[in-house]
């Protein structure tokens, strides 16, 4: 386990942004059951929380994508963090709409972009990463080379990773499920026995009950 993997994975637990809960399961929007629920936003609410995901975002893009010349946030949860890894790194900064806007301009793209711009994405949270690759595409979809995306934390499930191969898109995490639930079990956050269940939930969590 990578040192951010832990450290952002402990501040989101501390701040109660990741909540656990395998015997009361939460219920998605998209009906699934789900031991976890994850609001990568709180961390907005703590001054510390929020520097330490701004510094973190920033080291990875300066690592991994160091040619980047435009930061842009997927509406709404990333708007923020990507606004505040942007103007750390001294770069524009636009948002990626769910959807076009239904009057004035209608906009999908919020902010000013061009052809051939390489862009890095911010993200809060990957789950399959349909959303999330909708993003991707829009920008493409107007000229502009998508570098890569960063996020705050994945779920780590297969289907998210094949959608984010076939769409040709590198994706980095600063902290993951399989890091969050090891350093839960260790510090006593959870029960060893509710470990299994957390573990049968990401291999199907379309069948989780």
Not at 171 to 184: P, R, V
């Amino acid at each position: 386990m990578s040192n951010t993997a832990e450290e952002v994975a402990a501040c989101l637990l501390q701040i109660k942004a990741i909540r656990l809960n395998a015997e009361h399961p939460f219920t998605w929007a998209s009906g699934w059951k789900s031991p976890i629920y994850c609001d990568n936003r709180k961390a907005l609410s703590y001054p510390a929380a929020r520097t330490l995901v701004r510094d973190r975002l920033v080291e990875l893009v300066r690592e991994k994508f160091p040619g980047a010349e435009l930061i842009a946030g997927v509406a709404t949860g990333a708007i923020a963090q990507g606004a505040l890894v942007a103007q750390e790194l001294e770069l524009p900064f636009a948002y990626v709409r769910s959807s076009a806007k239904g009057h004035g301009l209608e906009n999908l793209i919020e902010g000013e972009y061009r052809e051939g711009q390489r862009v890095v994405v911010v993200e809060d949270l990957i789950s399959t990463g349909g959303s999330s690759l909708q993003a991707v595409e829009a920008l493409r979809g107007v000229g502009c080379e998508v570098t890569g995306m960063v996020a705050v934390f994945t779920y780590g499930f297969q289907k998210a990773i094949d959608n984010f191969a076939r769409a040709c898109c590198p994706l980095e995490t600063l902290s993951n499920y399989q890091a969050m639930i090891a350093l839960a079990a260790r510090s006593g956050y959870v029960r060893p026995g509710e470990i299994e269940r957390l573990e049968e939930w990401r291999i199907s969590p379309e069948t989780y009950k």
